[in-house]
């Protein structure tokens, strides 16, 4: 899976660290999905967008990320 957790992150200023600490898992676990090695929960997922959509773009609801848009998903990859 891909995904836009390092490109917002960096966007961000924060480290690796940092966001994981704000949803609760470790440093490690980001790493790997900024990399495609472990896919994310759903609640995982919610819990990233969360922050993006917080920090971005500080309660603005006209404007907000949907989990689909940080985490792309395959299709191919569920219909083999």
Same mark, same amino acid.
């Given at each position: 899976?891909?995904?836009?957790?390092?490109? $917002?992150?960096?966007?961000?200023?924060?480290?690796?660290?940092?966001?994981?600490?704000?949803?609760?898992?470790?440093?490690?676990?980001?790493?790997? $999905?900024?990399?495609?090695?472990?896919?994310?929960?759903?609640?995982?997922?919610?819990?990233?967008?969360?922050?993006?959509?917080?920090?971005?773009?500080?309660?603005?609801?006209?404007?907000?990320?949907?989990?689909?848009?940080?985490? $792309?998903?395959?299709?191919?990859?569920?219909?083999?």
């Amino acid at each position: 899976m891909k995904t836009m957790i390092k490109y $917002l992150r960096q966007e961000l200023k924060m480290s690796q660290k940092e966001l994981g600490d704000k949803v609760g898992v470790t440093r490690q676990t980001i790493n790997s $999905l900024e990399n495609g090695r472990y896919n994310p929960s759903l609640f995982l997922a919610y819990e990233i967008t969360q922050v993006f959509n917080k920090m971005l773009f500080k309660g603005n609801r006209e404007k907000y990320f949907v989990i689909e848009e940080i985490f $792309l998903f395959d299709e191919d990859y569920y219909w083999e």
